[in-house]
């Protein structure tokens, strides 16, 4: 009786998990096409779902309805849910990451990509003391400052490549000045991002231990050198091998295990899941470039389409607006006003310099400041390894959405880009133009 109650008590768990994957995936789609008519990108919309849904609104309500919907055990069901759809969505990120996108931009982008993120990230780490008091101890555990200012200043030097190549493509600006090289500045924006996590990761779990943060860089140089010397031929064998067969099947399962094993390799080793999913993308072969993009490409997308927003109402569901006190919302000002001048100062310095006109290289900073699901995932990340707590995240996630919404009408009012006739497809989920190169996202 007790195994037959024990296995009745599993199934509710798992009807419950259903009926709100069900929920997630309605109000996600509802609230992201009505983001959309307000000519904002559908993750916002998305977001604010997770919002709405969570303790910030429908908590507001008598009953506690967000407990009843959102039962505690099965959260993290949903939250592991959404965790293989981004590990999944983070390969086809590093595998969509194109070179050719830069070279013809190398020097200027690299110098914006530089500068936007060294200004950012040294204005997050001065800001590091003023916050690092109220939000020095996650769940009775004390953070380091080290760990808090480098993943403020990380938070802070973050541009989303997916949403900025949507962005461009829907607006028409792929080949003006600005708008060609923020997408290559972007680019190496977003591996530099990855990269520092990475060292976040490590410096987190090293907990002040420099042998074992030694360590961690130890494995972490073999583990890319393995995947670089190592996997990246073997893939390229496997690939080229079963493409010829049409065994399309097992190249995506073996494909998918793969990103599901690097990811857990580099959990082991101490830095974050996601730089594991990203780098085996990162080392696939990116021909026969037609045949993996109808037959691996795009059933890969589809699963991104229906788990990505799993994971942006995952995310919104732990922001609470209501938690945060007065103080909060004055750090939640001084937070946003950094992170828009570090972008911004970051990438007009650099555009000016190279000779573009002030309102050239005002948009290219405004492009720039967009962060979308770049940061997300960056967040999510802090609050897994236990270096954020509630209100924190809270806070970062405003900061995320205020940044990603206000690139569209502030170019629009300049005058940079035209009022469309109808939205447009969502620049994190929505597949980007052939000759833009960028993510499925």
């Given at each position: 009786m007790t195994a037959l109650a024990g296995a009745g008590a599993q199934d509710m768990r798992l009807a419950v998990l259903f009926a709100d994957m069900a929920l997630v995936l309605v109000a996600g789609a509802a609230l992201g096409r009505?983001?959309?008519?307000?000519?904002?990108?559908?993750?916002?919309?998305?977001?604010?779902?997770?919002?709405?849904?969570?303790?910030s609104v429908l908590g507001l309500l008598p009953g506690d309805l967000p407990a009843r919907i959102f039962p505690a055990d099965v959260r993290p069901l949903l939250s592991a849910v959404s965790q293989v759809g981004l590990v999944l969505f983070m390969f086809v990120v590093g595998w969509e990451f194109e070179k050719r996108l830069i070279r013809p931009h190398a020097r200027l982008a690299a110098g914006v990509s530089l500068t936007s993120i060294a200004v950012a990230f040294g204005l997050g780490v001065a800001l590091a003391p003023f916050l690092?008091?109220?939000?020095?101890?996650?769940?009775?555990?004390?953070?380091?400052?080290?760990?808090?200012?480098?993943?403020?200043?990380?938070?802070?030097?973050?541009?989303?490549?997916p949403v900025l190549a949507r962005i461009l493509h829907e607006n028409k600006l792929l080949d003006s000045r600005a708008g060609s090289l923020s997408l290559a500045s972007a680019a190496i924006d977003d591996l530099l991002a990855w990269c520092l996590l990475a060292y976040v990761s490590a410096l987190v779990t090293a907990h002040g231990d420099y042998s074992e943060l030694a360590r961690i860089g130890l494995y972490s140089l073999l583990y890319v050198a393995g995947m670089l010397l190592a996997v990246r031929?073997?893939?390229?064998?496997?690939?080229?091998?079963?493409?010829?067969?049409?065994?399309?099947?097992?190249?995506?399962?073996?494909?998918?295990?793969?990103a599901l094993t690097s990811a857990w390799l580099t959990t082991w080793i101490g830095i974050h899941a996601i730089f594991g999913a990203f780098l085996f993308g990162f080392v696939m072969p990116r021909e026969p470039?037609?045949?993996?993009?109808?037959?691996?490409?795009?059933?890969?997308?589809?699963?991104?389409?229906?788990?990505?927003?799993?994971?942006?109402?995952?995310?919104?569901?732990?922001?609470?607006?209501?938690?945060?006190?007065?103080?909060d919302v004055l750090a939640l000002v001084a937070i946003v006003v950094v992170a828009c001048a570090g972008k911004l100062v970051g990438a007009i310095l650099p555009a000016r310099m190279a000779g573009f006109s002030w309102r050239e290289a005002t948009d290219l900073?405004?492009?720039?400041?967009?962060?979308?699901?770049?940061?997300?995932?960056?967040?999510?990340?802090?609050?897994?390894?236990?270096?954020?707590?509630?209100?924190?995240?809270?806070?970062?996630?405003?900061?995320?959405?205020?940044t990603t919404a206000m690139a569209g009408p502030l170019l629009s009012r300049r005058g940079a880009i035209p009022v469309p006739d109808a939205p447009g497809q969502d620049p994190e989920t929505a597949a980007p133009p052939a000759d833009v190169g960028a993510p499925r996202t």
């Open positions: 009505l983001a959309q008519k307000f000519r904002q990108p559908m993750v916002v919309g998305e977001i604010s779902a997770g919002i709405l849904l969570g303790p690092y008091d109220e939000h020095s101890s996650v769940a009775g555990h004390h953070i380091s400052f080290a760990a808090f200012a480098t993943f403020l200043g990380t938070a802070m030097s973050v541009t989303a490549f031929p073997l893939v390229a064998r496997l690939v080229w091998r079963w493409a010829a067969t049409e065994r399309w099947s097992a190249l995506l399962s073996v494909l998918c295990a793969g470039a037609m045949v993996l993009a109808e037959h691996v490409r795009r059933p890969m997308d589809h699963v991104s389409v229906v788990l990505l927003p799993v994971f942006f109402i995952v995310t919104g569901l732990g922001v609470d607006l209501g938690a945060l006190t007065g103080g900073g405004l492009l720039m400041n967009t962060r979308g699901l770049t940061e997300l995932i960056i967040l999510n990340a802090a609050v897994s390894l236990g270096v954020l707590d509630g209100r924190m995240f809270t806070m970062l996630v405003i900061m995320a959405l205020v």
